[in-house]
């Protein structure tokens, strides 16, 4: 079945520390997108690429990298200079821009 | 600048009764796109629809219809019979034209449909 799988579905992080989330799509899809969930909210925009290699900013991101070297891969790390990293982590996918994103199951990631 | 408002935060109905989900958006952009999102208790995002700002024709698939008036920059979207399996949190999304595709989202609406 064509989707996104992100892992893992619970993540830890220590004082300091960086950590990687993963997100892979087999929709051969173009663009991909990080998007943070607090409780209540809605979502905010971390980074999103439209294509291999290229990626932007989004809303929120400061204290967060990302990489874009294959078209199915798009890694979200979380800098230790992201003070506050506890929320819901979302990451989708479009066949282009403007149209509808499909979404992966999250990664809910915590401070120890 | 976008913004995306959904004033109600939660909702509580009894089966059966039909619900309506408020959704006012706010963009400079004069072509956009306004999307509705459901999410079940699981976590995902389950796209439910897309319309675009020259498209003003209200659309209805099953028990869910959508009524989209620019003259308000509402983008309501209504439950009919409402089910418990529709319970979840709803959000509306706008991505305008001259905005890289970003989608901007509201605060959502739990829905909470009880037996």
């Known amino acids: 079945d064509g989707g996104i799988t992100q892992s893992p579905k619970y993540l830890f992080r220590k004082e300091g520390q960086n950590v990687t989330l993963s997100c892979e799509q087999n929709?051969?899809?173009?663009?991909m997108y990080w998007y943070r969930q607090d409780p209540g909210q809605g979502l905010r925009l971390i980074y999103y690429s439209q294509i291999v290699n290229d990626f932007q900013k989004g809303d929120i991101a400061e204290g967060y990298s990302v990489s874009r070297e294959k078209k199915e891969s798009f890694p979200l790390t979380v800098t230790s200079a992201q003070k506050n990293p506890t929320a819901f982590y979302l990451c989708?996918?479009?066949?282009?821009?403007?149209?509808?994103?499909?979404f992966g199951d999250g990664t809910r990631l915590s401070i120890l | 600048a976008q913004k995306v408002t959904q004033a109600q935060t939660e909702i509580s109905v009894v089966e059966k009764e039909d619900v309506t989900l408020d959704c006012v958006y706010e963009t400079r952009d004069t072509t956009y796109y306004l999307f509705w999102y459901k999410q079940p208790p699981s976590g995902e995002l389950v796209f439910l629809i897309r319309r675009n700002s020259f498209d003003e024709q209200n659309e209805i698939s099953g028990r869910y219809s959508w009524n989209f008036q620019k003259s308000t920059s509402s983008f309501n979207f209504t439950i009919t019979a409402s089910q418990v399996v529709d319970s979840a949190v709803y959000f509306c999304a706008l991505s305008g034209y001259n905005q890289g595709g970003k989608l901007i989202f509201g605060q959502g609406t739990e829905l909470s449909v009880k037996p």
């Open positions: 989708a996918s479009s066949i282009g821009t403007f149209q509808p994103q499909h």
């Open positions: 929709l051969n899809h173009d663009a």
